[in-house]
């Protein structure tokens, strides 16, 4: 019997190319994992960040598959706002996990699902997940919005 390879999905909302931040980690881990062996599935959204800007030929996509260094890519529709303040980041949250869920359930049934977060409520989804899947769930917070709201 042949060994079975690991599946493990891994979620940011922030992923390569995005360039700082919370994409560093969620890239970096995903290309470490995939050297290693792994079946990687990475469910994320289009690309934003730093700039707050989509390319242009994402900004009426709902959903679009990747294979990046052998690791698969998902990516879902995401609100990326013109003006950013608690309404609109809140809004942007709903709008990754309702297709983030979606790009979960296309991908079936992982053995582990990573988290990186924020948002916060990521880890929620993955809770859920984690048991319709009933699978091994991982959340690395990363940054916590809570300080952030309290700064602004």
Known sequence: MKN?????VISSLYFQPDHSGIALYSTDFAKFMAEKGYDINVVTGFPFYPSWEKKEEDKKRFFRSDIWKGIKIFRGYIYVPQKVNTLSRIIQEISF???GFF???????????VVFT????????GAILKKIFRTKLIINVQDLQLEAAKSL
């Open 103 to 113: 790009n979960f359930l296309r991908i079936g049934k992982p053995d582990v699902i």
């Open 118 to 125: 924020t948002p916060i409520s990521l880890g929620f989804l």
């Open 97 to 99: 996990l309702v297709f």
């Open 4 to 8: 079975k390879k690991l599946k493990i």
